[in-house]
């Protein structure tokens, strides 16, 4: 994970286009409710390898796995999955975890997967499932992200 701090003169177009990512992205890793109005001496997450389907959740005092995966709508053993945690692992104020987007859910590979199953039990297309992922390997442990059937639109 890479950061930047916000310097004078500097917006979220001008931050994106110097590490050619996309502005929505870049959004999304900080959680910015004010896209036009950086302060100077922010410093931002640069999402320079953040999956489609996700962004960040800054740890806050008294949060742990439990509490957060609960916002998110995932397990806490998923979501320390994810962010390669064991669930004994001390979280601290001010930590990046990756967590799903609103709407998202995830699917870890396992051994053997194979497309038409995971399509099947997941409620979905191979096309949809392949739209969400375009770079799907079917590895073991690699993250599947989906809609639930219903929500999903192409």
Same mark, same amino acid.
């Given at each position: 994970?890479?950061?930047?701090?916000v310097? =004078?003169? #500097?917006?979220?177009?001008?931050?994106?286009?110097k590490?050619?990512?996309?502005? &929505?992205?870049?959004?999304?890793? !900080?959680q910015?409710?004010?896209?036009?109005?950086?302060e100077? %001496?922010?410093?931002?997450i640069i999402?320079?390898?953040?999956?489609a %389907?996700?962004? @960040? @959740? /800054? &740890?806050?005092?008294g =949060?742990n796995l @439990?509490? $957060?995966?609960?916002?998110? %709508?995932?397990?806490?053993?998923?979501?320390?999955?994810?962010?390669?945690? =064991?669930?004994s692992?001390?979280?601290?104020?001010?930590?990046k975890?990756?967590?799903?987007?609103?709407?998202?859910?995830?699917?870890f590979t396992?051994? !053997? #997967?194979?497309?038409?199953? $995971?399509?099947?039990?997941l409620?979905?297309t191979?096309?949809? $499932?392949?739209y969400f992922?375009?770079?799907?390997?079917?590895?073991p =442990?690699? &993250?599947?992200?989906?809609?639930?059937? %219903?929500? /999903?639109?192409?």
């Amino acid at each position: 994970m890479e950061t930047y701090i916000v310097k =004078d003169g #500097d917006t979220i177009v001008s931050i994106a286009r110097k590490f050619n990512i996309r502005v &929505v992205d870049l959004v999304d890793a !900080n959680q910015l409710e004010n896209q036009f109005f950086l302060e100077s %001496g922010v410093e931002l997450i640069i999402p320079t390898t953040m999956p489609a %389907g996700f962004s @960040y @959740y /800054t &740890v806050v005092k008294g =949060d742990n796995l @439990y509490q $957060i995966a609960g916002k998110f %709508g995932i397990t806490d053993q998923v979501l320390a999955q994810l962010n390669g945690l =064991d669930l004994s692992e001390y979280i601290y104020p001010g930590q990046k975890l990756i967590v799903p987007q609103k709407g998202n859910k995830i699917y870890f590979t396992q051994e !053997n #997967d194979r497309l038409n199953d $995971i399509a099947e039990s997941l409620g979905l297309t191979n096309e949809e $499932i392949v739209y969400f992922n375009p770079n799907l390997y079917l590895l073991p =442990d690699q &993250v599947i992200v989906y809609r639930e059937t %219903g929500t /999903t639109s192409i």
